[in-house]
């Protein structure tokens, strides 16, 4: 499986994006400042037959755990980020920026691709 943040949604990945975050030079992204509704939390623990203490308690720990221990890919449509002057190190760490020839790629190798 392989995820594909495009579009707007590279700010949410982006450290310190947004006026007076990005002044401050904040270190957390968007998905790290909003929490997983707990019902959400005890529907992954049921899901992934973990406890529930074992599950992200915000997105940006979900982007990681999704990653670093379900081995999902995780891409940032670099270009997009060029355009909303997102420096790609200044991305969440589980997200890989990619240049769109590579995103062309992913979408024609998909066996099913599904925006949401």
Do not use: W
Not at 33 to 46: A, F, I, K, T
């Amino acid at each position: 499986m392989t995820i594909l943040v495009g579009v707007s949604a590279v700010t949410s990945v982006a450290k310190g994006f947004g006026g007076f975050r990005r002044l401050v030079g904040s270190e957390s992204t968007a998905l790290d400042r909003v929490g997983l509704p707990e019902r959400e939390r005890q529907r992954l623990s049921e899901q992934m037959s973990v406890p529930v203490e074992q599950v992200p308690h915000n997105y940006g720990e979900y982007f990681d755990f999704l990653k670093n221990k379900l081995g999902i890919d995780i891409y940032g449509n670099q270009t997009m980020m060029l355009l909303y002057k997102i420096d790609p190190a200044r991305v969440a760490a589980s997200v890989t920026p990619i240049p769109l020839e590579k995103m062309v790629r992913l979408f024609t190798s998909a066996d099913h691709v599904m925006v949401y």
